[in-house]
């Protein structure tokens, strides 16, 4: 089998399927849908248990107040959780290895919290920028 250089890139198949897409929709697959039965089937309830205690464990170090911060924290988490699964397949590409997208998330979160560090509590904010002592 003769393979050229640029063949590394495509897109690996299983079966036919095309992995890449596989692994785009893996955290939609994982969201539960809402139901109105009281009882829900297993994946159901695995899938709601593995959201509280990821919702538990993203809260527990974060004061009431910070607790509006949850939902971005909470997607971009996931996000890095399934473009980092991306570079388990073979032949992919994983995005986070580019400065360009951890720069890009970094930066205005990094902005975001001066900013309102800047606004909530301003002695303290600046206090930070004096020589201790």
Same mark, same amino acid.
């Given at each position: 089998?003769?393979?050229?250089?640029?063949?590394?890139?495509?897109?690996?198949?299983?079966?036919?399927?095309?992995?890449?897409?596989? #692994?785009?929709?893996?955290?939609?697959?994982?969201?539960?849908?809402?139901?109105?039965?009281?009882?829900?089937?297993?994946?159901?309830?695995?899938?709601?248990?593995?959201?509280?205690?990821?919702?538990?464990?993203?809260?527990?170090?974060?004061?009431?107040?910070?607790?509006?911060?949850?939902?971005?924290?909470?997607?971009?988490?996931?996000?890095?959780?399934?473009?980092?699964?991306?570079?388990?397949?073979?032949?992919?590409?994983?995005?986070?290895?580019?400065?360009?997208?951890?720069?890009?998330?970094?930066?205005?979160?990094?902005? #975001?919290?001066?900013?309102?560090?800047?606004?909530?509590?301003?002695?303290?904010?600046?206090?930070?920028?004096?020589?201790?002592?």
């Amino acid at each position: 089998m003769v393979t050229s250089f640029f063949d590394q890139f495509s897109s690996p198949l299983f079966m036919g399927i095309p992995l890449m897409a596989l #692994a785009l929709l893996l955290p939609w697959i994982l969201l539960p849908t809402p139901s109105s039965r009281w009882l829900n089937n297993r994946l159901l309830t695995l899938q709601n248990w593995f959201l509280g205690m990821f919702t538990r464990q993203l809260l527990l170090p974060i004061n009431h107040p910070g607790h509006k911060w949850a939902l971005i924290l909470a997607s971009l988490m996931i996000f890095l959780l399934s473009l980092n699964l991306l570079g388990l397949l073979p032949y992919t590409f994983t995005p986070t290895t580019q400065l360009s997208i951890n720069l890009g998330f970094a930066v205005p979160l990094w902005l #975001a919290t001066v900013l309102i560090g800047l606004r909530n509590q301003p002695n303290l904010s600046l206090a930070h920028l004096l020589p201790e002592g």
